[in-house]
């Protein structure tokens, strides 16, 4: 981890982490992690950001520099010295549970639970809110494109190209990396690619085929400097012109590809295909991109547009309809010093949470399809034939086991979409899969209710 | 700039300028970055991230471990080896022209220009479309809600509490950046606190206040932690009966503040103003939060609710209602080596770019709101009385002059904002300003769509 992500958090997580400190509360905490609610155009969700909260949790540190500007703050001139003396020490020392990366999940699920001295487990709360949000937010977004892809049962590539409009240079990266496990064949983003081990897609823009005095020009010298992968941008000036001239170049036989990049798809991507077959070219693949969501995409194959490969940015890479998941960080139970256990829930009007540190419980069809999930106590027994989701991460302060490499994520995330009931995979659905909750949860949370 | 942010960046920045290289291809190129098309749901945008852009130009390196990363990829295998000797002696050149950080701008003008050798103007692309967009996108979020908090006249503070849902930690910190610049009064997020001097707010979550076996008993050892910094949220379980709670307690004549984050703020704050009045409690100030926006924000001024200061989290620090700008960075001419210009643009349908290095030109009314803007190309003279808004930032590898301070940005910010026509700072408008063209520019423009 950078170790300047440290201060990347709420203030309150050290206001409280410095109060308990001072009355020096022993107790230990779990916190759950969950969304709240279901997004109305989201019909499950794609647990992601695991090996970033984990790096976080591992390597999390307080420099002497943090520390000193800590000390400085004027709300914190009251906090003894012993306090930052903790900070400078502080190392993670509880457990994490989760889902694994790539997991289907539903609102009110827990994704990822710690249980750790009161301090260490409140002080993640923010950085781990925040990584989980953008990677879960993109991955679920690019599950439904890929779907839309491929909607006619026939496999059409996915490259990721948002990083321009990500949120941040570091929203880019995050946004490559989740939409690669949810089934992007890679991105633009050459970070993504030299970090994770994502290929790496890109050739030419606009700009390339203006700088030179004809188009004929540009793509001859681009196929002079990258022999065995010209792919050409053909809308600059006009489309159609741009296609038949491409059919005429020296080095046609060579051509990998052409990109779409504006006006109607589904009309240039059949002529451009035509006029690419009658001339023989039938190697060249057309890619397209342009302000592409899952829906478009969708129609675009249904309307059996001749398109390849999508490349897909702003929408993907910031989830544009739907841009914040409600995952919430909320405390679930104590245990103080004579382990004894405490429920904890708080009963705000809508914001309402169910105490204890639970388990999903997931069971299939016959078919291998999810056919419901019971949210339950973490200590009761499976049901039958139950797959308990929350595994563990982390036991006390150290990884549990090693985690999975990226291609095992990918892979494993594409197993699991397909066990999604197809009417959960349809784009446009308000229907989701309501968890449900076992007995003694249900009792519990009444028996919590403040009378 | 951290120097890991230097291949944040598309992969075809890297493959043109390669191709650059390659050809031996000696112009000088100028893009200028500006925002396609106005939101619907905006009618003014504010220009930020500059200070972020302006680091990275300065100071973007490529490793030897980035070299090598390079090197290995397929695509790059048929380029020599000079190339990548070009990138590890890479080193910007070039002119940057910008609006100042936080001054208002339009649908097509262009907030930054870049003139420098084709390789070195081509591959800032990504970085700057990146910043530039996540914290224009804030910063203009902000300026609605700041305006909002102040819709009767009276000063009300707004702070970013956004760092949980922002698109990860960076983004968290560069819309903690862009909120203040747009005049909230500070952020939650401490790195930013740290790292820009920005005020920092926060005291406890819900889960201090459950971590305790009852409200008063947590507001006790807050404050005991906190003598002078207690502000108390007061929604856990029952909102009214915690502040019938909080009017009892021992330390309430040092009670500073108490936060309300669920329910029906209108009603709430009203009952829990009554309360603290009753008891003699007016200095106890009310600050609310829980998915606040600038219409919800206005519609609980427009009603009276007395509540003194709002926590603004996921709306802004994502932009919910338009997450991503349309910002694009377009070529728009070239000089050669003999210094004939070429004018440049695209032509595709919906994207169709202006050619020629511009100037924005703004003229304002006799009370000083801003009347028009003219868009001319930046040989042209100055309109009479009117201002240039670009003005120059880098020259020649080197900054032009210091950058203002955060304070003066957000200064000048404010003191813009106060020059926009009121029916530009309504909330719920469809108005914008339309930029108009000089003569010149549009003879230009004319003269340059292909035959």
Redesign the interface.
């Known amino acids: 981890m ?1 170790p ?13 982490a ?3 400190f ?2 020096n ?1 022993g ?1 230990t ?1 779990a ?1 759950e992690l969950s969304c709240h609610t279901m997004p109305e155009n989201r019909s499950f969700l794609i647990a992601c950001g695991l090996e970033q909260a984990v790096d976080y949790i591992l390597n999390l540190r307080f420099s002497e520099e ?1 520390v000193r ?2 000390k400085g ?3 914190f ?3 003894k010295a012993d306090f930052f003396e903790y900070l400078r020490q502080f190392r993670f020392s509880g457990d994490v549970w989760a889902m694994p990366e790539g997991e289907i999940f539903f609102a009110r699920e827990p994704i990822l639970q710690v249980e750790a001295p ?1 301090i260490e487990a ?1 002080i993640l ?3 781990l ?3 989980m ?2 990677e879960s ?1 993109v991955a679920t977004k690019a599950a439904r494109v890929v779907a839309a892809a491929c909607s006619d049962g026939r496999e059409r590539g996915v490259v990721d ?1 948002g ?13 490559a990396r989740a939409a690669y496990i949810a089934g992007a064949l890679g991105t ?4 993504a ?2 970090n994770f081990g994502i290929p ?12 030179f005095d004809s188009e004929e020009e540009s793509f001859e ?2 196929h ?6 010209t792919i050409l941008l053909i ?5 159609i012109e741009c296609i038949q001239k491409i059919v005429r170049v020296s080095f046609k036989d060579k051509l990998k590809g052409v990109r779409l ?3 109607d798809l589904k009309t240039l991507s059949k002529k451009v295909r035509e006029i690419l077959d009658g001339a023989g070219l039938k190697q060249v693949k057309i890619l397209a991109s ?1 302000n592409l969501n899952e829906y478009k995409i969708a129609d675009l194959v249904k309307a059996g547009a001749p398109i390849d490969l999508f490349g897909v940015g ?1 929408d993907m890479a ?3 309809d739907y ?3 409600d ?1 919430t ?3 679930v139970q ?1 245990t103080d010093a004579k382990a004894r256990v405490h429920y ?8 309402t949470t169910i105490p204890g540190k639970k388990q999903i419980f997931r069971r299939r069809d016959k078919d291998g399809f999810i056919k419901e999930d019971i949210i339950g106590l973490s200590v009761e027994d499976n049901p039958q034939k139950a797959q308990p989701l929350l595994r563990p991460v982390i036991r006390k302060g150290t990884l549990a086991g090693p985690l999975p490499s990226l291609e095992e994520i990918r892979r494993d995330t594409r197993r699991r979409l397909s066990g999604l009931p197809p009417s959960l995979l349809r784009l446009d659905t308000g229907v989701s899969l309501n968890p449900g909750y076992t007995e003694k949860i249900l009792e519990l949370t009444k028996a919590n209710v ?1 009378s």
Chains 1, 2 share one sequence.
Do not use: C
């Open positions: 950078n300047s992500n440290s201060l990347k958090i709420d203030l309150y997580e050290l206001t409280m410095a109060g308990y001072h009355h509360v107790l905490a916190f943090d500007y800590l703050l004027p709300v001139k009251t906090v009161i409140q709360e923010t950085y809110l925040s990584v949000n953008i937010l190209f990083s321009r409009r990500a949120h941040g240079p570091e929203a880019g990266v995050l946004a633009s983003n050459v970070f690619g030299k790496v897609y890109g050739t030419i823009a606009h700009s390339w085929v203006e700088a010298k681009y002079r400097a990258f022999p065995e992968n809308d600059t000036y006009d489309t990049d504006s006006g342009g702003t910031t989830s544009r841009p914040a998941l995952l960080y909320k405390l104590t904890k829930a708080k009963y705000s009007p809508q914001k403040p």
